[in-house]
Structures are given as structure tokens and as C-alpha cells.
């Protein structure tokens, strides 16, 4: 069992910045890689950004240039630093960390807030 917890969200104005944490515990071993999915009402959860135990990445298109990414699981800690938010990236952003043993286990934090008001 992986555990993850967050910590970073908050309220902020367009324009602004805010860093989002979550730490890994548990059995991490396994894990293979970490990153941070997003939901706001009525949408699905949406990958925001990710990052591989090798250190490459991915972005949701939205993103690109104002998120980063970085940590992961070597450091059992993964971070995501958020520039110049906009409204439409208000939203609970869950951690999320994989780990492949027989198969693929997908484990997520509780989530937390990110609200950006225009």
C-alpha cells in the first residue's frame, strides 16, 4: 500500500502562483511513476501532468509553460508548480502515483483545492 498526501492549494487571482506537494509513504518501491490529475464540477479527471521514475514528463496541453513538474518517486516527494493560473484551473488536483508489481496499481491522494478567481 502506497499513501499520499497533499498540501499547497489554496485560493489565489488570475495571474498568480501557487505549489502543490504531496508525499509518498508506505510501499514505494514499486512505484513507477507520480503526478497530479485534476476534476472540477461536472468534468472528468484529467491528467494535469506526470512524471516517469526516469524523469521524463508529460503535460496536458492546457498547461504547457505555465505548469511544472518535478520531484517523483526517487525522492518520494512530487511537486507541482503552478504560474500563471487561470480561472479555468480551478479545480481539486489529486496526486496520483503508480506502481507496477503483477499489475498496475494506481493509488491517489484526498485531494486539494485550487480555486483562481478572475
Known amino acids: 500500500q502506497v499513501q499520499l498526501v497533499e498540501s499547497g492549494g489554496g485560493l489565489v487571482q488570475a495571474g498568480g502562483s501557487l505549489r502543490l506537494s504531496c508525499a509518498a509513504s508506505?510501499?514505494?518501491?514499486?512505484?513507477?511513476?507520480m503526478g497530479w490529475y485534476r476534476q472540477s464540477p461536472g468534468k472528468e479527471r484529467a491528467l494535469v501532468a506526470y512524471?516517469?521514475?526516469?524523469?521524463?514528463?508529460t503535460y496536458a496541453d492546457s498547461v504547457k509553460g505555465r505548469f511544472t513538474i518535478s520531484g517523483g518517486s526517487a525522492k518520494n516527494t512530487v511537486y507541482l508548480q503552478m504560474n500563471n493560473l487561470k480561472p479555468e484551473d480551478s479545480a481539486v488536483y489529486y496526486c496520483?502515483?503508480?506502481?507496477?508489481?503483477?499489475?498496475?496499481?494506481?493509488?491517489w491522494g484526498q485531494g486539494t483545492q485550487v480555486t483562481v478567481s478572475s
Open positions: 496520483n502515483a503508480r506502481e507496477l508489481g503483477a499489475y498496475l496499481i494506481n493509488y
Open positions: 512524471i516517469r521514475s526516469g524523469g521524463t514528463t
Open positions: 508506505g510501499s514505494i518501491s514499486g512505484i513507477v511513476g
